[in-house]
């Protein structure tokens, strides 16, 4: 006679910052390649954003980097305000957050969104 297959009793374990943050990264709202908030971003700050006594880095950007960590403040992980495009090498990896000013350690981010409708969804 077959052994009936029970389930292990699990407990609820607590989800820590981190790992709250690290779903957030793999939202596809956070990294889709088309729809996706770093790659809207990227696409309107292809160059880095970094400044070095007042020289913006020339190096593409393919990070986006998150000025005041999630961990601190999770509702700032979806606020373009909190985010820079950053070369790899200007991305201070490891560091929770950084305490940057807009137009003084980087370039102002640009996360204007246009909308344009399509014609039979325009209102007259
Ligand atoms: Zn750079």
């Not at 971003?41 to 292809?46: A, Q």
């Not at 007042?54 to 606020?79: K, N, Y």
């Not at 373009?80 to 790899?88: D, F, M």
Request: charged content about 20%; proline content about 11%; some cysteine.
């Amino acid at each position: 006679m077959k052994k009936p297959r029970t389930a292990k009793p699990t407990l609820p374990v607590a989800k820590s910052p981190r790992q709250t943050e690290e779903k957030r990264y793999n939202r596809q709202s956070w990294r889709n390649p088309r729809y996706g908030l770093r790659a809207a971003l990227l696409v309107r700050n292809p160059i880095c954003q970094k400044l070095t006594d007042g020289i913006q880095c020339h190096t593409p950007a393919t990070v986006v980097h998150h000025l005041i960590s999630p961990l601190d403040q999770p509702a700032a992980f979806w606020l373009p305000v909190n985010l820079c495009c950053l070369c790899v090498r200007c991305h201070p990896g490891g560091a929770r957050g950084t305490k940057w000013t807009a137009g003084v350690d980087f370039v102002p981010t640009n996360f204007e969104f246009s909308f344009s409708p399509k014609p039979e969804d325009a209102h007259v």
